[in-house]
C-alpha cells in the first residue's frame, strides 16, 4: 500500500488528479480505476476535476507539472469517453459496488436497499423489545439476565460495531451477560435485514467478508485494477480492515490523507489504522507545498505542528513534515488574551466582545461574509451572538445544536402525540404552545399556568378541555380529523400553515429562525415522506436523541459561526478561533471498548467491551481519555489551518493560568505574560477584565409593513392544463388507448375494448361481412389480454354492433357524404385549460354538417355527454365557422340522438370560466 501525508492547503485533491493522468498514460484504462473519497459532494468534485484536466491534455498536451508523452493520446481520448462511468464514489459507494458483482456468493441479494442509520437503530431497539418481552418467561435461555439497565449499553455498543468485527467481553461476569443479551439481539436484527437490506455498518462487514472470499475477489479484481483513496484518516477499523483485505488480494492501493486533521472519533474514525497503513506501507513522499494559507500562517502552522509532534500531542514527528509557502501574501496573525481573577464564565463575554471588535476594524478589505468564527463547543456560541448583536455585526449561524429539541419542533411533535393520544406531556406541551391560546376571554391569549394543570389533573381532561376552553378544544378536534383523513406529511403542513388560531397559522408565531427550522423538516421529510404517522413521531424521536443534529443554515450573509468539525475541508479569507481556554471534557460512556490481549490480531478484528465495575473498565475509560485528548490538539490543527490570509485566536485565563489550547499557544510564547507586538503582520496583545459597559438601549425599529401580494396564493386550477372532455365521465365503453400495466393502469376490461375495436372499425370504414377487416380487428392490440373464448365473445359483439352501425346507413345516418372526417382531433382553449380530444365522425351532405359521436353503451343517457360534445361544438365553431347537427349515436339500440344546441351551450357553461363568453 503507498501512502501519501499531505497536510491541510498542500493540494491533496491535486495530487490525486495528477495521479489519475499518470495512471491513464501509463494504459490503465479509466474505467479500471476506483476512486474513493469520504463524501458525495468530494466524488462529483473529483470527478469534475479529473475530466477537466483530461480535456486539457487532449487540448494542450499537459496538465499542471504532467506531461502527456506522444502515444497517450488514444488513452485519454477513451478516458474522456469514459469519465461518467468511472468509479469515483464515497467508500460506502465502492464496497456496495464491489457487493453487487458478488452478491450471490455472501448470500445477497444484487438487488439490496440501503437502510439509514436511524432506521437501524429502530431496528435494532425493535429486536431488543421483543426479547425483553420474551425474556420474562423463566424457560428462556436469557431469563434473569434481561432489564432495562441494558438498554443503553446495548444501544451504546450497536453504535459502535464499525470499530470491531467481534466483541469480546473483558474480564468480569457482567460483560459476559452483556455480550450474551446483545449478540442474541443483533442475531434477531440480522434477521431482519435479510439479503436484501444493509445498514452503513453491515454494509462495511460484508464488505471485508466480501474482501476475503478468493471467488468474490475474482470479481472485483477484473473490473478494477488500482484503488485510489482520500482522506484515509477518517476511515473507521471495519474500513481500514476491509481495505488491508483488498491489498492482501492483490489490489494495488494508493493512499492519501493527513492524521493531524483526524477529528472524527465520534463518528467511530480511529487514527491508528492511517498509522499502521504508513508504518506497513510504501511511503511516498509528502506533500509540503501549500497553495492555500500566506507567509505568515504558513511559519504559524509549521511552528504550531512541530511543537505538538515533538511533545507528542496529537501526533508525531513524521506525520507533521513542515510546509513550505507558494503564496507571496504576507498575512496577518492575532493572538488575542483577556486575563482576569474572575472565573472563565466571566471572562469569556469580554473575550466575545475583543473579538467583535477586531472583526470590525479588519472589515474593509474582507467583507463579514468572508470571515468565519470557529468554536469547539456550542457552549461558545451563546458569547459570541450577545457580543455581535451588540457590535451589530451581522453573523450567520451555519451549525447549532440540537434542532430535533428546539421548542417549534418538538411543539409539532407533541401536537400530533396530543392529537392520537390527548393526555400526559405532549398534552401539556399542546396547551403550553401557540397551538393552546384561547379566544374565550377575548382576543388569542394563553393559558396560564394552573388552568393548564387543572386540565391536565382533571379525570376527563378533553371534557374539562371542552368546557372551559372550546376553543383549544375544537382546535385539537381539528387536528385529530386531519390525521385521520390526510398523509402524515399533509397532516405536518396542516399544523404548521393552517390558519389555526383565530385565523392566524403557526409559524406566524415564530421568530424567523424559527420558520426557517420548520420550514427545514418539511423539506427534511418531503424526499421520503413516512408512511404512518408513528413513523414520522418515531424519527423525530430518534434525531432528537442525536447530540450532533443541528439547526438548519440561517439565511442571509454575516461572519458565519460553526464548530471547527463543521469547518473540516472548507476555508475563509479570515478565520477566528474563539475560546482557546475552553478544556476538553470526557462525557462519560455506558460502556468502554479496549485493545484487550492481542486484540486486533489473530485475522479477525476484535474489540474487548467492560462495563462500569468490572476490573477492565477504569483502564479502558482511561485509553479512551487518552485518545479524546489527542484528538483534541489535531482539533486545534484543524481550526488555525482553515484561513488563508488572516488568523485570529483569542482566549481567556483565569488567575493568569491558560487551559485548553491556551496550554499549547503559551508554550509557544504566545500565552498571556509574552511580549505584546503590534506589526502589520503580527499583533499580540493581553486585554485585562473590565465589566461590560452599560447596554444602551436601542429603539425597535417599527416592523416593516407587509407587501400586499404577502396573503395571495395562486388559487388551484378546476382542470390541468391540457385535458379530454371524456375524462370528465369516462365509461367502460369509452375508446380508450391501451393502458401500459408497467405504469400502474389497469388492463383494460371487456368493455373498453369492445368499444376500442368499434369506433376503430368504423374510422376505417371497416365492414362487419369482410373477413379480412374483422381478422385485422381481432389482430388489434387490444385483444392481447384476453383468452380465446373471450376473443371470440368480443368479436361477436363487435360484428353486432358493426351489422347495426350499416343498417344506419343511409337511414338515420346519410350516405355518401360529399366531405367526411373521420376520427376528427380538435384542441380548445377554455381559460387555463386546452381541452384535447377526437370527434368521432365530422362530415357534411349537401349544405348540412354533422357531427357525431358513436357510444356503445349498454344505456341510453345522452345528458352524460353534454359537455364533451359542447366542446366539440364550440372547437368546430370557432375553427370552421360552421354550425354542425350534433348526434349521439347509440349502437346496440340503433337509435340517434339529436342534441339541442342550446342545452350543449348550458353544460359548456358550468365548465366555463368567469367572464369568458363562446364565440359562434
Known sequence: MKVRVASAGTGKTASLVLRYLELIAKGTPLRRIAGVTFTRKAADELRVRVAAAIEEVLQTGRHLSFVASGGSRAAFQEAAREIAGATLSTIHGFMAQCLRLAAPLLHLDPDFSMLGDWEAQAIFEEEWQTLRYLAQDAHHPLFGLVSDELTEP?????SRRSQAEVFEPAAGEANQHLLQVYQTVYAAYEARLGANLLSPSELERKALELARNDRAMKRVLERVRVLLVDEYQDVNPVQGAFFAALEQARLPIEIVGDPKQSIYAFRN????????ALREGKSEPPLTHSYRHSRVLVRFLNGLTGYLAKEGLGFGLEEAPPVEGVRPEQGRLEVHWVVGELPLEELRKQEARVLAGRLAALRGPIEYSQMAVLVRSYGSVRFLEEALAEAQIPYVLLQGRGYYERQEVRDLYHALRAALDPRGLSLAVFLRSPFGQHTEAGPLKPLELPQIEGVLRADDPLGRLA????????????????????????VLKFLIRAPLMD???????????????????????????????????????????QADAGDVPQSGEGVQILTVHQAKGLEWPLVAVFDLGRMNVHRPQPLYLGQGPNGGDGGRLRRWVALPETPQFEAFRQQVKLQEEEESYRLLYVAASRARDTLLLTASASHGQPEGWGKVLEAMNLGPASKPYHRPDFHLQTWPYQPAPPVRVLSQPAPLQPSPWVDARFEPEPFP???SPS?????????????DPEEGEAVPGRARAIGTLVHYA????????????????????????????????IMAEVQALLEHYQELLGRALPWPRDEDYPEFAVALPLGSTVWQGVIDRLYRVGQQWYLEDYKTDQEMRPERYLVQLGIYLAAIRQAWQIEPEV??????FGWVERLDKAILEAALGEIMPKGEGLRR
Open 269 to 276: 474514525a480511529d487514527v491508528s489504522v492511517f498509522r499502521k
Open 467 to 490: 368546557q372551559h376552553w372550546p376553543s383549544v378544544y375544537e382546535r385539537l378536534r381539528q387536528i385529530q380529523a386531519q390525521v385521520r383523513l390526510m398523509a402524515p406529511l399533509e
Open 727 to 739: 375524462a370528465l365521465k369516462r365509461l367502460e365503453a369509452e375508446p380508450l388507448p391501451l393502458p
Open 721 to 723: 392544463p391540457l385535458f
Open 762 to 793: 368504423i374510422g376505417q370504414n371497416w365492414r362487419p361481412d369482410n373477413p379480412q377487416h374483422l381478422a385485422n380487428l381481432e389482430a388489434q392490440e387490444v385483444m392481447f389480454p384476453f383468452g380465446p373464448d373471450e376473443r371470440r365473445g
Open 503 to 545: 385565523g392566524r397559522p403557526y409559524h406566524d408565531f415564530l421568530e424567523p429562525r424559527a420558520r426557517e427550522n420548520v420550514d427545514a423538516l418539511l423539506f427534511y421529510f418531503a424526499p421520503r415522506p413516512p408512511q404512518n404517522l408513528e413513523g414520522l413521531l418515531e424519527r423525530l424521536e430518534l434525531l432528537s436523541r
Open 154 to 158: 446495548l444501544l451504546h455498543l450497536f
Open 887 to 892: 348526434r349521439l349515436v347509440y349502437l346496440r
